[in-house]
Structure formats: structure tokens, C-alpha cells
């Protein structure tokens, strides 16, 4: 991806998920498909969690070049935070306003400011570029499964199609989301180690 796509997928999502929201609404957010999926409401907890860790720290390389980056597991931030029980739309609106921050800022790096870097604790070296490309592939993988567990919900609906993913590229050093196998149910994480080699 480059910047121009990095900058209008994070652009897209906040309105792409209040139409995914909205078809859930008032009483089927929390409703999973099947026993073990998650929900709709789950599903947004995993993409607001993902960008309260991912999204500062643009802010903090651009304030700090070099500064040292901090390794976060977005399931228990998802966790902490869902301890205010704030009402998804005040999530939601809150999570535009964060949104239309980051991509105004976005919009206005030089090439240079684009590759300001910092070391993650346990990832090594990463850019400004590197930390908004994997915050926009991670929330296109996840708009589509958002669809899914909507269509499984209420069925198919004229709501927002997911933008495809561009194509799938090899991985970078120290790139924060790394392709790797898991299970159709468990939502990618943000701080996973690199895959391993694959296997014949």
C-alpha cells in the first residue's frame, strides 16, 4: 500500500462501521454467529483497542523520532476499556473524532516524516509508514469479517461492502502484523510475532 491508499482506508472506516453498526443495532451487537465467534460489538471492541495502541504511535514518532515503542496485547486493553460500558455509539463517535485526527495529520507528512522510525521492544525497527499500513490492512481484514457476522445475523443487507485488501506482499522487517495462519474465529492481533517459515 501506499500512503494515499494507507490514508484513505483509515479514512473510510469510521463511516464504513457506523452502517455496519447501525445494522446490529438495537439488540443484535452482541450476538454471536456461532458459540465461540465473536460479535458484532466484539469484533469493534478488537478495532478500537487496535488503534488506541497503534495510532499514538505516530504521534509519538513524529514527536520523538527514535523514541522506544511499546508492545501491547489489544485483547486486554479491550478488556480494560470495556469496563466503562460505554454505549457503542459514544464508542463510535468517540472513535471518529480519534480518526479524523490521525488521518489530518496523516495527510500533511512529508516523505521524510513518513519514515521517521522507532525500535518496538520485542519488533525492532519500525517507521511511521510501517505503524499506518498495518493499522489499515488490519482494519480491511476485519471489515470483511464484520460483514460476515452480519450477514450471518440478519442476513444480507445494502449496507457497506468491505474494501478489498490489496494484494498480499511479503513480509517487512519488523512489520508490526505479519500474515500468519490462525483460526477463522480468533480475530488477528496487532503485536503478533513474525510467522514462522511455512511448512511443506
Same mark, same amino acid.
Given at each position: 500500500?501506499? @500512503?494515499?491508499?494507507? /490514508?484513505?482506508?483509515l479514512a473510510a472506516t469510521p463511516g464504513w462501521l457506523?452502517?455496519?453498526?447501525?445494522?446490529?443495532?438495537?439488540?443484535? &451487537? %452482541?450476538?454471536?454467529? &456461532?458459540?465461540?465467534?465473536?460479535? %458484532?460489538?466484539?469484533?469493534?471492541?478488537?478495532?478500537?483497542?487496535?488503534?488506541?495502541?497503534?495510532?499514538?504511535?505516530?504521534? =509519538?514518532?513524529?514527536?520523538?523520532?527514535?523514541?522506544?515503542?511499546?508492545?501491547?496485547?489489544?485483547?486486554?486493553?479491550?478488556?480494560? $476499556?470495556?469496563?466503562?460500558?460505554?454505549?457503542?455509539?459514544? =464508542?463510535?463517535? @468517540?472513535f471518529e473524532a480519534q480518526r479524523a485526527e490521525l488521518?489530518?495529520?496523516?495527510?500533511?507528512?512529508?516523505?521524510?516524516?513518513?519514515? /521517521?522510525?522507532?525500535?518496538?521492544?520485542?519488533?525492532?525497527?519500525?517507521?511511521?509508514?510501517?505503524?499506518?499500513?498495518?493499522? &489499515?490492512?488490519?482494519?480491511?481484514?476485519?471489515?470483511?469479517?464484520?460483514?460476515? /457476522? /452480519?450477514?450471518?445475523?440478519?442476513? *444480507?443487507?445494502?449496507?457497506?461492502?468491505?474494501?478489498? %485488501?490489496?494484494?498480499?506482499?511479503?513480509?517487512?522487517?519488523?512489520?508490526?502484523?505479519?500474515?500468519?495462519?490462525?483460526? *477463522? $474465529?480468533?480475530?488477528? @492481533? @496487532?503485536?503478533?510475532?513474525?510467522?514462522?517459515?511455512?511448512? *511443506?
Amino acid at each position: 500500500m501506499d @500512503t494515499v491508499e494507507v /490514508i484513505e482506508t483509515l479514512a473510510a472506516t469510521p463511516g464504513w462501521l457506523r452502517q455496519a453498526v447501525a445494522a446490529v443495532l438495537p439488540n443484535l &451487537a %452482541a450476538r454471536a454467529p &456461532a458459540p465461540n465467534e465473536w460479535s %458484532a460489538a466484539d469484533l469493534f471492541a478488537h478495532l478500537r483497542a487496535s488503534d488506541a495502541i497503534l495510532a499514538p504511535r505516530v504521534y =509519538q514518532l513524529l514527536t520523538r523520532p527514535g523514541a522506544p515503542i511499546a508492545g501491547y496485547d489489544e485483547r486486554i486493553w479491550a478488556r480494560v $476499556t470495556g469496563r466503562a460500558k460505554l454505549p457503542i455509539l459514544t =464508542q463510535l463517535t @468517540t472513535f471518529e473524532a480519534q480518526r479524523a485526527e490521525l488521518v489530518g495529520v496523516l495527510r500533511t507528512l512529508t516523505p521524510k516524516e513518513w519514515q /521517521i522510525g522507532g525500535v518496538h521492544e520485542t519488533r525492532g525497527q519500525l517507521t511511521v509508514l510501517d505503524i499506518a499500513t498495518d493499522l &489499515a490492512r488490519h482494519e480491511l481484514e476485519h471489515r470483511a469479517q464484520l460483514e460476515r /457476522i /452480519i450477514v450471518a445475523i440478519v442476513g *444480507p443487507t445494502d449496507g457497506p461492502r468491505p474494501i478489498p %485488501a490489496s494484494r498480499p506482499r511479503e513480509p517487512r522487517a519488523g512489520q508490526i502484523h505479519p500474515p500468519r495462519k490462525r483460526s *477463522p $474465529t480468533r480475530p488477528r @492481533t @496487532t503485536e503478533e510475532p513474525p510467522s514462522p517459515e511455512p511448512t *511443506p
